[in-house]
C-alpha cells in the first residue's frame, strides 16, 4: 500500500525494490512510487527522501489511475522491476531501472498497456539536500522526437525529466513531514513557462490504448554544465537487460538454493560502485532497527569487513577474477594509512564521514534520530585486519599466487596488529559504551598471524614467520585462558564477562576451532539459551546487559540467523539446519531481498535495506548446506 495512504504507517520493507546502475540504488515501492533515491552516489545526498518522512520529502509515484498491481518482481537475473497494473478499464506493465552508465545517472521508467486504456498519474516531489531544498524548475527546448524536457536545479544538482509533460500543482498534499514548510504561492511560477519557477509538485497523465507506450527519463547532472540528452528508452532497456544476464550467467550456483544465491550475488554486484569497487554495507540510511527507537544509522559506505566477506563468497562461487575488483579498492582505502586504519570509507575511500542528525526528516515509522554519516568510522575493531587477511589469503589460494603489492600490504598489516595487540576495543558491532577484549575480536587477530604463517609455509612468500607464529601462539593460549568459560563450557563475549555473543559463532570459519569442537559445541548451547528467542531467531548480544552504551533494543539479526544455519550445518545438525534457512527464506521481499533484521511480532523486515551482511550469510549458509 503507498506510504500516504495509511496514516502513522511507513511502506513496508518487503515492499520495496532495488534498483541499480552500479552508480546509486533507489527504492521503488509496490506502488510505484521512488521513495529514496541519492544521486550521483549511493552515499550522495538523496533527492527523494519519502523512505525517512513522508511524500512531500521528495518521492516520485508513476502509478495507474483506479489500479491495482497484480504482479510486481524482476525479470530474471536483472534489476529490471516490472510492475503489471489491472484497472476497471485495463491493464498496464511498468517497467523501471536504471541503466548503467559512466557518468550521467538515468531512471527509467516505461509505460506499456497491455488490455483497454489506462491513465497514467504521476506525482513527483523532487526536493534536494535531504528534503532541505526545493528545486527551480523550468521548461526547456522539447527533443527532436517532440517528448518535453524539464530541468529542476537546486545548488549543484539539476535533474533533468524527459517524456510526456508534467506541470505544476499549486497546492501541497497531505503527507508534509518537513518542519516549518509552506504551501506555495499561486505566483511563484510554472515550469510551462521558459522563466520557471519553484515547483513544489509536479502532476500530470496520461492515457494509453492497448499496445501503446511511453517512457519517462530522469537524468542527474552537475547544474553547471550543460543538460544532457535523454536515452533511448528501448534501447537502455535492451541493454540494461544485456548487462545484468551476462553478469548472472558466470555465477556458479547449484542446488536448492541455487536462485537464493544468484539473487543474493546479484544484490552484492548491484551494491557496488563500479568505477570505485567500493560495496556499500546497504544503499539507505537511518532505517531503524526497532520500529520508534534511535538505533538508526547510516550504512552507505564501505566497511573493510564487508568488502572482505564479500571477496570471499565471490571467490567460492567462481568469480576469482571478478573478486579483484573488490580487493583493489580494498588494497587503495588503506594504502598510505596503515597506521591509522579505518573500518569503514567512502566509496571513493574517504575517510571523513562525519555523524550528523536531520531533525526535519519525521524518520521511518517515527524513528528518531534520522543520522547521516557514520561516527563509527573513526572507531578502532581488532577484527578487521584478520577480516581482511582471511579474504585475501581466500583469493591467493584460489590463483595459486599472489600480487605483491597485496602482499606488501598484509605484512603491514601484521606489523599494525602486532601495534595494537594489547589495545582494548569497540567490537564487531560497533558498540559505544567501554572498550572490551572482544574474544571474537582476538580470534581475528589469531587468524591474522595464521595467514601469515601459511602465506610463508605454503605459498613461499617472503615474512617473518617465526615472529608470526610466536605472536599467533601467544593469542591461542591467552584467548582459551581468558575468552573462555570453564564453567559454563563456552567461549565468553569478552574477557571480562561471562556473556554470549552470535560473533563466537565465527570462530570456526577463521580456522581457530572446528565447528563439531566440544568447545564450539558448548558455546552453541550457550547462545541458543542466551539470545535465541521463541521463533528460533537469533539476537547479536543481550542489549539488557548494556554494554553497549545504546538506549533501547533491537530485533533479531538475519546475519548472526544465516550464521547458525552454517554451524548447524557443518556440526551435523542437518535437519535443524534445512528448517531454519526455509524459515530465514521465507522472510525475504517479494524481489528476494532481505534487510538487517526482522520483527517476528508484526512479520516485518527491519533495519537498513537491502543488507549486505544478510546477504553474504544467506550465501555461506546456503553453501554449508549444500557441502
Known sequence: MPADTLAGMSTPLEDYALLSDLRTGPLVSREGSVDWLCLPRFDSQAVFSALLGGPDDGRWQLSIADGTVESWGYEPSTFVLETVWRSPTGRAR??????????????????ECLEGRVEVVHDLRIRFNYARATPWVRRLEDTADGRERLSSLAGPDGLLLTGPPLHAAQELTEGTSGAGRAAPDDDEGSPDTRDGGRAHRLVGSRML???????????????????????????????????????????????????????????????????????????TAS????????????????????????????????????????????????????????????????????????????????????????????????????????????LRDAEGSEDGYSWGLQRNLLRYCEANLSRKDHGLWEMRGDLHHFTHGRVMMWAAFNEGVRAVEEHGLAGDVEHWRTLRDQLRTEILEQGYDQGRGTFTQTYDNDEVDASLLQLPHTGFVAYDDELMLGTVAAIEEDLQGPTGLLHRYRTAAGLDGLEGAEYPFLMCCFWLVEQYAMSGRMDEARSLMTQLLDYSSGVGLLS????????????????AFSHLSLIRAADALAS
Request: aromatic residues 10%.
Open 209 to 283: 490504448s492497448e499496445g501503446e507506450e511511453t517512457a519517462w527519463d530522469l537524468t542527474w547532472y552537475p547544474s553547471w554544465e550543460e543538460q544532457p540528452e535523454g536515452v533511448d528508452a528501448r534501447e537502455a532497456l535492451e541493454r540494461t537487460r544485456r548487462f545484468w544476464t551476462e553478469w548472472a550467467d558466470q555465477i556458479e550456483a547449484e542446488g536448492l538454493h541455487a536462485l537464493a544465491i544468484t539473487r543474493s550475488l546479484l544484490t552484492l554486484r548491484a551494491m557496488t560502485h563500479a568505477q570505485t569497487g567500493g560495496i556499500v554495507a546497504a544503499p
Open 596 to 611: 538487517e533484521e526482522y520483527d517476528p511480532e508484526t512479520g516485518r523486515l527491519a533495519g537498513n535495506y537491502p543488507q
Open 94 to 111: 511498468v517497467l523501471d531501472f536504471l541503466p548503467p552508465a559512466d557518468t550521467q545517472g538515468d531512471l527509467v521508467r516505461i509505460v
Open 287 to 394: 532505517l531503524p532497527e526497532e520500529f520508534g527507537g534511535s538505533r538508526n544509522w547510516d550504512y552507505r559506505y564501505t566497511w573493510l569487513r564487508d568488502a572482505s566477506l564479500t571477496i570471499e563468497v565471490m571467490v567460492d562461487h567462481g568469480f576469482t577474477q571478478g573478486a579483484l575488483l573488490w580487493r583493489d579498492w580494498l588494497l587503495r582505502a588503506v594504502a598510505g594509512d596503515i597506521d591509522d586504519l579505518r573500518i569503514m570509507y567512502g566509496l571513493g575511500g574517504e575517510r571523513e564521514l562525519d555523524e550528523k542528525e536531520l531533525d526535519h526528516l519525521s524518520g521511518y515509522e517515527d524513528s528518531r534520530p534520522v543520522r547521516i554519516g557514520n561516527g563509527a568510522a573513526g572507531q578502532y575493531q581488532a577484527d578487521v585486519p584478520g577480516e581482511v587477511m582471511l579474504a585475501l589469503a581466500r
